[in-house]
């Protein structure tokens, strides 16, 4: 069947582009000079309570107005449930939720979602029924992963939207602004209220030349991760330009922006194009393509930008596409690159187990028709060149409409015959949901995917996969040749004749010649009104629970916190609030509280999940120790290293302290969207004035908060440690609160000042 697209709201995207051209020009008058692309969908964007003003890049708290919100399943459960508090009748902005976490790919796609649609009833009820009653379009679990979706029928050039994950930043490859949010965000705009960001730095980053040959969109990225680290988009918006830019597929320039969240990126984006025309059209939206070629100008920075750009981004890359190399990042973090020319070299050095056990490929990063039909091209001469894949080799792709597409072009059959399992259509080993046989072994091993992330356990909970990222096409390469060090440029394959063999050169389309199409996509629109629809939450459930607001600020200072952790090195999300098994307790704030900082490494014996309990001296897990302070009524602090909270944008890593009883983070640097969590939920982000006092923290620490009843921006506090010995030490506390985000602070929560506001 033909694919139409009902699903995104066309006036909404009327209004936006109406009301575009004015915004821009008066702010390219008001700050009297060319603007960029970045620049105009900001301010196009600004809430209407802001004064148009020249923002301070990195310095000012600018409210907006997103055009959209969108879910995954793991996130909304949380969103919603604090929606639901706000006493709102329908959201305020279109909004999409996408069940796509909670499937453990397994066997292969059928059998796991009949797996997946048994266990996580409950949870998929709770989100029909809620996204039925208050608005928001629902996609079923099997219909795809949020990103891809959101590509396909919502991502639209020059708008503006937040979504509960950090790799919503993929709708950049479509113009957008685009952010990964915490879910008290998301619960914000779909109350109706302003959103609230830093304004953002400016990276340019100007492509020259053009891929060809091995080369694909997913190592401009890998390389950019190389050149600019997990920090080093931290806070900036990255934009991409020049002809380099254009050549490329409007899914390929999705890859990128996904992965600006490894960079730590804001967010990414591009100027509109033919490319995205192209796909717009494909996707069954000619009509919004027609409507941005008559506002072209302002769904592109200004051309004096681009000429200069020194000028107008704080930093400026350049890469020639012509001359860029197929790269491997990985293994544990996405920004150590190497090029494949260097990985026999890499490899030896690091003495990294060069078999391959898997190559996974798919992901939200990465299952284009594109991506599909260029690692088709490689499965094709597996039989062609009578060779045999020496590794395993799994396929999730993005959306039903493009496994659909791919199984009716044949490809799924190509894959079949290399020996391939296809998972359904969801996230699945990208997000760890991935029952690997053998993994509880904790082998050392290494597997080779085209996803995003490559912390340990990431994929399988195996601390010792060396997890290597790479585009479609080398993964598949890689997974036939069964080895880390093959370079399909150079090297040659010895087939099942013994004849050396080469593999050809990737071939692939942009788009489906014979045009997109699916049968079922797996929408649910909501209901006109959803004012009679019911949503049930059973008080036994072990998945679910409704929320209770927490606890007003004291008025006081705080006094008396023990020391629960002090965090040694990386400390993401993932460690703070681990994803893989625990994804099923993301709407049961006490259930999931259990895997509070369980993965952090505890600077004092190295070792994870074991803590000095202050009350007894004893070793324990980090939840269960934090439960006994709290039963003892006693807050505590928890103590970080650089970057702390970088990874996902999951608001439970900053709920959970909160709900358990922590009431400080004090670290050496914030990730962006785990700070801002923290504050919303109320509680205190600080660091560390002067960095060395990191090591002023000593494990049986009490620790006094001192100066928050004169609580004022820009104004650091005092902690007091004391000793065991008896001896104290005072140390300042930088934070980054507004006079807002203060208020939160003292309310207890950001959404405690809006249900003030709704009832009000
Ligand atoms: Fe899913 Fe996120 Fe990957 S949306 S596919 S887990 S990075």
Redesign the pocket.
């Known amino acids: 069947m033909e694919m139409k697209n009902t699903a995104f709201d066309i006036d909404m995207i009327k209004k936006v582009y109406a009301e575009m051209p004015a915004k821009v020009d008066a702010a390219r008058t008001a700050l009297g000079r060319p603007l960029t692309l970045s620049e105009k969908i900001l301010f196009a964007h600004l809430h209407s309570d802001m004064k148009l003003e020249n923002f301070g890049r990195g310095k000012s708290y600018v409210d907006f107005a997103p055009d959209r919100v969108a879910m995954?399943d793991a996130t909304a459960q949380m969103a919603l449930l604090q929606f639901m508090q706000a006493g709102r009748p329908k959201v305020a902005v279109p909004s999409t939720v996408h069940c796509?976490?909670l499937i453990m790919a397994k066997n292969e796609a059928k059998q796991d979602l009949e797996v997946a649609n048994s266990e996580s009833k409950e949870v998929y009820d709770f989100l029909a029924s809620v996204s039925n009653k208050y608005g928001l379009g629902f996609w079923k679990p099997g219909a795809g992963?949020?990103?891809q979706v959101v590509l396909e029928n919502y991502a639209f050039p020059g708008g503006m939207m937040i979504g509960t994950?950090?790799?919503t930043v993929n709708a950049g490859g479509l113009g957008m602004i685009a952010i990964g949010v915490g879910g008290a965000d998301a619960c914000d705009v779909m109350a109706g209220l302003p959103w609230e960001l830093k304004w953002p730095k400016l990276i340019g980053i100007k492509l020259t030349g053009k891929l060809s040959g091995w080369t694909a969109p997913k190592d401009v990225i890998l390389k950019v991760a190389g050149i600019l680290t997990v920090k080093g988009g931290t806070g900036a918006i990255v934009e991409y330009f020049g002809e380099g830019a254009t050549s490329m597929s409007c899914t390929g320039k999705g890859t990128i922006c996904?992965m600006g969240a490894e960079i730590g990126a804001t967010t990414s984006t591009f100027g509109y194009d033919e490319s995205m025309s192209r796909y717009l059209a494909a996707t069954g939206r000619a009509e919004i393509a027609a409507m941005a070629d008559g506002i072209k100008e302002y769904l592109n920075g200004d051309a004096e930008c681009y000429a200069n750009p020194a000028q107008y981004f704080d930093e400026v890359i350049e890469i020639n596409l012509s001359e860029l190399e197929p790269h491997l990042n990985g293994p544990f973090t996405p920004d150590l690159a190497t090029p494949i020319s260097k990985m026999k070299e890499a490899a030896a050095a690091n003495n990294w187990p060069t078999k391959i056990e898997v190559g996974l490929i798919g992901?939200?990063?990465n299952s284009s028709y594109e991506d599909i039909s260029r690692a088709v091209s490689l499965a094709k001469q597996v039989n062609e060149k009578g060779l045999r894949a020496k590794a395993e080799y799994t396929i999730?792709p993005?959306s039903e409409q493009v496994r659909y597409t791919i199984e009716r072009d044949g490809f799924l059959e190509i894959f079949d015959k290399m020996g391939a399992t296809v998972f359904a259509n969801?996230?699945?080993p990208?997000?760890g949901m991935w029952a690997r046989v053998g993994a509880e072994k904790q082998e050392r091993n290494t597997i080779v995917h085209s996803?995003?992330?490559n912390f340990a356990k990431r994929a399988d909970g195996n601390p010792n996969t060396l997890a290597f990222v790479g585009s479609p096409e080398l993964v598949t390469a890689l997974a036939i040749a069964g080895d880390l060090t093959f370079n399909p440029i150079t090297d040659f394959l010895t087939n099942e004749k013994g004849e050396r063999v080469k593999l050809d050169e990737p071939t692939g389309m942009e788009l489906p010649p014979r045009g997109f199409a699916v049968d079922d996509p797996g929408y649910q629109a909501p209901a006109e009104d959803g004012s009679s629809v019911a949503v049930a939450v059973d008080p036994a459930s072990k998945r679910l629970q409704l929320l209770a607001p927490f606890a007003e600020w004291e008025g006081t200072d705080l006094k008396g916190l023990k020391l629960l952790i002090k965090a040694k090195g990386k400390c993401t999300t993932d460690h703070i609030s681990m994803a893989g098994p625990w994804l099923k307790f993301r709407g049961h704030l006490d259930n999931i509280s259990n895997n509070m900082l369980i993965g952090a490494v505890n600077y004092f014996n190295e070792k994870t999940d074991s803590v000095k309990n202050q009350l007894t001296g004893e070793y324990g897990p980090v939840p269960a120790t934090q439960r006994a302070y709290k039963a003892a009524g006693i807050g505590s602090i928890v103590v970080g290293d650089e970057n702390y909270g970088e990874g996902s944008s999951r608001e439970h890593a900053a709920m959970e302290p909160r709900f358990l009883g922590v009431r400080a983070v004090l670290t050496k640097s914030f990730a962006r969207i785990h700070e801002t969590n923290l504050k919303k939920q109320g509680m205190l982000a600080l660091t560390f004035a002067n960095k060395a006092d990191y090591d002023k923290i000593q494990e049986d620490d009490t620790i006094d908060i001192v100066g928050l009843t004169e609580f004022a921006p820009g104004k650091p506090l005092t902690l007091v440690l004391t000793h065991t010995d008896g001896s104290k030490d005072e140390i300042l506390a930088n934070h980054t609160y507004n006079h807002q985000q203060i208020e939160w602070f003292k309310a207890g929560a950001a959404l405690n000042i809006i249900r003030k506001q709704v009832a009000g």
């Open positions: 995954q796509d976490h992963i949020i990103h994950d950090s790799h996904n992901s939200c990063t999730t993005g969801a996230c699945g990208c997000i996803f995003n992330r």
